[in-house]
């Protein structure tokens, strides 16, 4: 997921740390919501892209042994319908 926010005014630290919790939260969900369908899906890995989906849409995808060193910048796969 690539997503850009920002604000030309000015926040104050606590604006920005509410803004970032926002953020935070649905990057959390986003871990868990199938990227074909939007039914609850697992972060899974293939051809070195990660990707959430369901065990319909997996399409052969492991689970990872481990995070990605920076969620900030996970490859996602670009899953089609079909």
């Given at each position: 997921m690539r997503y850009y926010y920002g604000y030309d005014g000015v926040l104050t630290d606590r604006q920005k740390h509410a803004l970032f919790q926002i953020v935070e939260e649905y990057e959390n969900r986003s871990r868990r919501i199938c990227e074909h369908c939007g039914l609850p899906g697992t972060l899974l890995v293939r051809d070195g892209y990660w990707y959430v989906a369901c065990p319909e849409h997996a399409?052969?995808?492991?689970t990872p042994a481990g995070k990605p060193d920076n969620r900030r910048q996970l490859w996602?796969?670009?899953l089609t319908g079909g």
């Open positions: 399409r052969g995808g492991l996602i796969d670009g």
